[in-house]
């Protein structure tokens, strides 16, 4: 059944990202707290929202988010960027450090999306892609927001920094 079917992936990509942020606490790598985590992953889908639509789109107060907000710019892993436009307003960028802290989480999407690749035609891998965006773009109306976020005006990130080795 595609239900049970798109459940079962949907739980597997959950578990993983789930395992690496518990394998960060284990081994006390974690600096991040586990509501930190999710309003990071909410950030990161978001692509640069302000305050206001990050609450929005979570659900909770502005002083709320503000207050999450203020905690994940301390720590290192959200700069706030002005508007351009409106200098009262910033966007949220994640911030390489946070790139780099869950870069695990990221790298098996892609794993798992070569692996498709690699076992399905060109054409079915095609089809599914075409798929996957209708289902993104017409049928998640909920999430619309999203599109929303990612704002032209916000100041483009500055080049990243080459690895330390």
Same mark, same amino acid.
Request: charged share 20%; aromatic share 16%; with cysteine.
């Given at each position: 059944m595609l239900e049970e079917a798109f459940q079962d992936v949907y739980t597997k990509f959950k578990l993983h990202f789930?395992?690496?942020v518990f394998q960060r606490f284990a081994t006390r790598e974690a600096t991040l707290t586990t509501v930190e985590s999710f309003c990071m992953e909410g950030i990161m889908a978001m692509g640069e929202p302000?305050?206001?639509e990050f609450s929005h789109m979570m659900g909770i107060s502005t002083p709320n988010a503000a207050y999450k907000i203020g905690s994940l710019v301390r720590k290192g892993y959200v700069e706030k960027i002005q508007s351009t436009t409106d200098r009262r307003e910033y966007y949220l960028r994640p911030t390489q450090k946070y790139i780099?802290?869950?870069s695990i989480s990221y790298a098996y999407l892609h794993t798992v999306i070569e692996r498709v690749r690699k076992r399905?035609?060109?054409e079915? +891998?095609?089809k599914l892609e075409q798929m996957l965006s209708?289902?993104?773009?017409?049928?998640m109306p909920e999430l619309d927001m999203l599109?929303? +976020?990612h704002h032209p005006e916000a100041p483009a990130a500055a080049p990243e920094k080459p690895a330390e080795k």
């Open positions: 789930y395992q690496n302000t305050i206001a780099d802290y869950y399905f035609p060109a079915d +891998c095609d209708v289902i993104s773009s017409e049928l599109a929303k +976020c």
